[in-house]
T-cell receptor
Framework: NAGVTQTPKFQVLKTGQSMTLQCAQD?????MSWYRQDPGMGLRLIHY???????DQGEVPNGYNVSRSTTEDFPLRLLSAAPSQTSVYFC???????????FGPGTRLLVL | GIQVEQSPPDLILQEGANSTLRCNFS?????LQWFHQNPWGQLINLFY???GTKQNGRLSATTVATERYSLLYISSSQTTDSGVYFC????????????FGKGTLLTVNP
């Protein structure tokens, strides 16, 4: 049971490039979320999903796309990277029946 | 949306000391969780506590929902307790859409 996994651990992009951050969970959780963490800002919700085929926007969705074709995977796509998207990105999952969220180890993204 | 304020922003302790971290929130909540982010960045859930009191070893938490605050107690602190402690809340009855406070940075010196 690996829990929540994220790849890559670290990525450097140039402004305008696109990329996909991968997130997977093996706990059969219905709910998955993406957060970004910036210094002094805590974590802010980007997008979330309550099940396969269902996604919705969080607090800071601009510049990001998501899809949920399977229960296990919830990739986050940066369409055209900007320096303002330099951050640490966390994926999380939880179950309707459980009370807690489980976080992945994070992806550190630097946009030059 | 719900506002979450944590205090103090920074706290420095000697090993063995006790501490209390506070989380105030602006509206009624159905979900309140405390997390510890260790110095390597990993986020670990400590408590799910929308109301009442829970204890886990040296840590305990109390949420007074009617007064819109939660407290995290750390007793006999150890250097491994260092890191950032986050309070996160959700007011809509779900477990997946959390609003985080800015955290309390705890440093425990040997």
């Amino acid at each position: 049971n690996a829990g929540v996994t994220q790849t890559p651990k670290f990525q450097v992009l140039k402004t305008g490039q696109s990329m996909t951050l991968q997130c997977a969970q093996d706990m059969n959780h219905e709910y998955m979320s993406w957060y970004r963490q910036d210094p002094g800002m805590g974590l802010r919700l980007i997008h979330y999903s309550v099940g396969a085929g269902i996604t919705d926007q969080g607090e800071v969705p601009n510049g990001y796309n998501v899809s949920r074709s399977t229960t296990e995977d919830f990739p986050l796509r940066l369409l055209s990277a900007a320096p303002s998207q330099t951050s640490v990105y966390f994926c999380a999952s939880s179950s309707r029946a459980q009370e807690t969220q489980y976080f992945g180890p994070g992806t550190r993204l630097l946009v030059l | 949306g719900i506002q979450v304020e944590q205090s103090p922003p920074d706290l420095i302790l000697q090993e063995g000391a006790n501490s209390t971290l506070r989380c105030n929130f602006s509206d009624s909540v159905n979900n309140l969780q405390w997390f510890h982010q260790n110095p390597w960045g990993q986020l670990i859930n400590l408590f799910y506590i929308p109301s009442g009191t829970k204890q886990n070893g040296r840590l305990s938490a109390t949420t007074v929902a009617t007064e819109r605050y939660s407290l995290l107690y750390i007793s006999s602190s150890q250097t491994t307790d260092s890191g950032v402690y986050f309070c996160a809340v959700e007011g809509g009855g779900s477990n997946y859409k959390l609003t985080f406070g800015k955290g309390t940075l705890l440093t425990v010196n040997p």
